[in-house]
């Protein structure tokens, strides 16, 4: 983890962070900005322009996208949804938990507009308590949805178990781009508007060549489009031709003769020489060490006292991020 923006006067923007890391790169790694090859974030405006200013691909951020692909998917059961949200509210009051402990040890869930993982949750607690549920108690019966909407709900929960699947995946220690455009395709294949955010050219897509290239190589094929080459190209590592030598003498005019088909026969080997491209399995096609990060910050930061001030905070983080780096007795080296 770098250290993050801390002026007084800072800059937020996509050129705020342009002039921060190529500051920063130099400062604390020794690194150029045009050492950085191509970058890996979700495709909002700030990190498009950033990218275009760097000049390098960016590779947007495959858990965004399955989240905004859901998150329109789930727009179609808003009113089930809603109807079951009112019913674990409903559960939640100290009556109806009193019942509820009698019968069950599960306990309702709510969801939260952020994360649609958590939707999947209180659908899937919602059938778990289904047989729990007394359709005469007068205290639920107003909010307790229909059987069509019971139907409704029970596909939708289909769904996003094939979704939640893949969202699992992709936080793997070794996905590659490969991996998440299989997952996406097969997602796709069961829901196709999912395509709008999912699809290999979806107008969400910062870099579309630069990404479809990445999966055309790791899958093993050399046939790239002249748009894909370009993109590859930081990436791309070309054998050098052996010397060819040859041994003996003969007269002029086989000498002429010899060199003009040993020309033509290095031609077409080298035109048989395919590029190999390097570090391509190394892209991750999301930032699973940033949404690590995001999950360790919040539950610090509702630990710590509130009253911290931002820096020390950000302190706090740095070194809970990088404490493979140090120890107790760098600390005592440090404090002498």
């Not at 910062?206 to 489009?225: I, K």
């Amino acid at each position: 983890m770098a250290p993050l923006l801390n002026e007084p006067d800072e800059d937020l923007s996509a050129r705020g962070h342009y002039g921060f890391l190529a500051g920063m790169l130099l400062r604390d790694y020794g690194k150029q900005l045009s050492d950085c090859i191509f970058v890996v974030g979700d495709n909002c405006a700030v990190n498009r322009l950033l990218a275009t200013l760097m000049g390098v691909p960016l590779v947007g951020w495959a858990s965004h996208r399955l989240n905004r692909a859901v998150q329109g998917d789930m727009e179609h059961y808003e009113d089930d949804l809603a109807c079951v949200q009112a019913l674990m509210m409903r559960l939640r009051t100290l009556k109806q938990s009193a019942k509820f402990r009698l019968k069950t040890s599960l306990r309702p869930v709510i969801r939260l507009d952020t994360r649609w993982s958590s939707t999947f949750s209180m659908v899937h607690r919602y059938f778990k308590l289904l047989e729990h549920l007394d359709s005469t108690d007068d205290a639920i019966v107003d909010v307790l949805p229909a059987p069509p909407c019971n139907k409704r709900l029970l596909s939708l929960l289909k769904d996003l178990k094939k979704v939640l699947s893949v969202s699992k995946a992709l936080q793997g220690a070794s996905v590659t781009l490969l991996d998440a455009r299989v997952w996406f395709d097969g997602l796709i294949a069961v829901k196709p508007h999912y395509a709008r955010f999912l699809g290999p050219r979806a107008d969400i897509l910062h870099s579309p060549h630069f990404e479809s290239g990445c999966v055309r190589v790791l899958g093993g094929s050399h046939r790239l489009t002249r748009t894909e080459k370009v993109a590859l190209q930081p990436f791309c590592c070309v054998e050098e031709e052996p010397p060819h030598t040859t041994e003996g003498a003969s007269s002029a005019d086989s000498e002429d003769e010899g060199s003009f088909v040993e020309y033509l026969q290095k031609r077409r080997r080298l035109a048989a020489v395919e590029p190999r491209y390097d570090l391509l399995s190394c892209i991750p096609p999301t930032s699973n060490l940033v949404e690590r990060f995001f999950t360790v910050a919040r539950t610090t930061y509702g630990q710590e006292r509130h009253s911290l001030q931002s820096i020390t905070l950000e302190l706090v983080l740095f070194l809970r991020q990088n404490g493979k780096y140090w120890t107790a007795q760098t600390v005592d080296e440090a404090t002498r």
